[in-house]
Structures are given as structure tokens and as C-alpha cells.
């Protein structure tokens, strides 16, 4: 069997034999370029085919010199009968000019020892239920319902937005839960060395969020009004988002629902959107944030791809230089770059690139950050050179083939 791989998105599978000890996975890589921490998402019930005995905490993968890899088996729907799992999940470094990998998943009588966290996503009820969420190199919020009410007023915390907020992390291991034990004014200070909430966006898009595009004005939606966490780690977190239907102008009303993967090792999450217009189609802006210019720092600057396929922003302020980026997926169909002035969102303006959605057909896209003082980018060429590399690994899908192990 074979299929393709382009960040979270699988094609079809086509079945051989079944009833194996174990699976051989063939992965094939069409870039030249080295592709570090290239995840690889095999669904399972295409490996149970071949090895039904197969389950969930008893799966080692060994890469082509038989070394161990983590792992993880997905399952989102956790109440269904039988063992019916999502994916099986790894990642490999691909060297430069490196096009071929193979790789052996085995069964094994113990289960394996629980791993290291590297991906992580909750539900922050102490927070008037923001959705946090994380991985070994970036961390990321959003605003739920509860911030946008009377009790969060009274608070002085009242925040309308669906906008994609940024914490910047200097260490590899899990904060969410440590910064917000901290105390809000408390992460917004690098004080432990190990990052902080470096970045605002009240109404604006933040790092990737999205709105309903008319060519003069940006239609967005208010706090998200259900969050399901699908997949906690410790290799891959998903979690979908549930908005309320908002007015988007002259194409009425919209409504959109967003599921995030966040993957080990990488900048840049896998969002699904899938919106329901009532005109059946619009053209969707993905945001990113653009910040008033502070004193005494180099200008920002903004990075668009010629075929309108990614956009990169770098800025500057006392707390060091961020990169933030959005990459459509392989499927979508872009419609050029706009620009939203602050006036609707005071002191927050919103670059936005544009692409094409239908009703009901998911939009994919991709979103993430890096930061200056983590260790991963140097300045804004070796973030630039980050959001290139993984566009191109995007349109550039690696091929995996299964067969069954003697």
C-alpha cells in the first residue's frame, strides 16, 4: 500500500496482505534539502490490515539502524468498541539528499513505559477557560467563551477575540500549567528562564486566526464556545474549536469549527477550518497580527511568497525578535494578500493572505511561531529560511508505502 504525506494529511490507501508480525514502512523523500523533524502519520487501520494484533501502548517503531523511535497511537474517538485507533505517529530527521527511509513497527508483549511529554493541550478553567496548548519548541492560546462575559468583566479580564495568541518558550519541557500557576502578570515576565507571553493581539488574528474576507472589511467570529481535546500527547495534541455563527457581510452568516494538530519538533501547527456559509463559498483571510512600531527597535518586516502560499513577519521589541508565519496546505487555493488597518481593532492592524473556502469543504493551513531567545532561530534570515523549508516540505509531500513483516 502506498499513500502520500503532507503535514497532518493522508490520501488513500490501497491493501496488500494482512496478518503479518509487524509492518515495514517505506518512506520516500522528494526534496533534495535536509527535512529535520519530518513527521510521519500512518493511519492505523491501514497497519491493521497487515498486523491485527497490533494495539495501542504495545507498537515499537525502529528507524533504518533499528534504534527506537517514540511513538504514539492516536485514538479521537474515545468511547468506540474494539480497538479502532487514528494514527500512528513518528518523526525523522531526513539528511540532505537522503530519499529513502525504512522503517519496522513490531509488536511487543509489555507495554511501553510512558514518554516525556513533548505536545500538550488543555482547557484552562482557571483562566476563564482559554485554550492552551504546546510542544517542545512554542506555545500558543486562544479565548473561550467565558472570557468574553459579565464575570470576566468584573474581573478587569474582558477579551472579544479570535485571534491565535503566542508564548515564547527558552526550554524544551512543558509551562502551560507552571506559567498559568504563576499568575497572569507573572508570565508576561521572562523571571524563571523559560520564556513568557510575549505578544498582544486583543481583536486582531494573532499568529493565524481567521475571518470571512469582503475586499474591503474582515468578518470574525467572537470567543470560541466549545473546545474538545482529541489527543493530549506525548507526540502529537489535537483539539477542535467550535464558534457561533457571526455576520460576515454581504455573504451573511458564517461559522466556522477548527481542529489543531500540534506535532513534536516543529514551529508550525496543522489547522484544519471548516466553515459553513450561507452563500456556499467566501474568501478567507488568515491574519497575522501587525504591532504599532516601538521606539529604538528595527522596523518589522513582512515576507510574502510571489505565489501566495506563505507569509512570514518578523518584528522587534525589548523582549527580542519573533517570527510569525502562516503556510496554506497542499489543497488550498490562494487568492492573493490584503491588509487590514487598526481602526476596528485599536493599535493592532492585520496582514492577511488570502484563499478561497467552500461550505463544509475543510481549509488547511498552517501556523506557528519562533522566537529569537529560544535557541532554534538566530535572527529573522534563519526564521525566513525555516518558513521556506517548511512550505516547501508542504508542497513536496512525502511518500509511504506498507507491507507486511515475515
Known sequence: MRFMLAGAAMAALVPVAANAAGVTIVVSNPLESARPAAVIAVPFAEIAKLAPELRMYHVIVRDPKGKALPSQVTNYQHDHRGASYDDLVFSYDFAAGEKRAVFTVEPVATATPPEAPCTYARVATERFGDMAWENDRIAHRMYGFELDSPTAAAAGERLRGSGIDVWAKRVPYPIVDRWYAKGHDQFHKDEDGEGLDLYSIGGSRGDGGTGVWDGTTLWTSDNFVEARVLSNGPRRAAFQLTYTPWDAGTIGKAQEVKKFTVDCGVNLDAVESTFDFATGEATVGIGITEHPQPQGFPAAVLTRDPDGRWMSYWEENKDGGLGTAVILGKGATPAGYAHEAPAKTPGNGNHLLLVKARDGVPLSYFTGAGW???????????????????????????????????
Request: glycine fraction near 2%; hydrophobic fraction near 50%.
Open 372 to 406: 529569537n531567545k529560544s535557541g532554534q532561530f538566530a535572527d529573522r534570515a534563519s526564521w525566513e529560511a525555516y518558513v521556506k523549508a517548511f512550505a516547501a516540505a508542504v508542497a513536496h509531500p512525502l511518500t509511504v508505502s506498507l507491507s507486511a513483516r515475515p
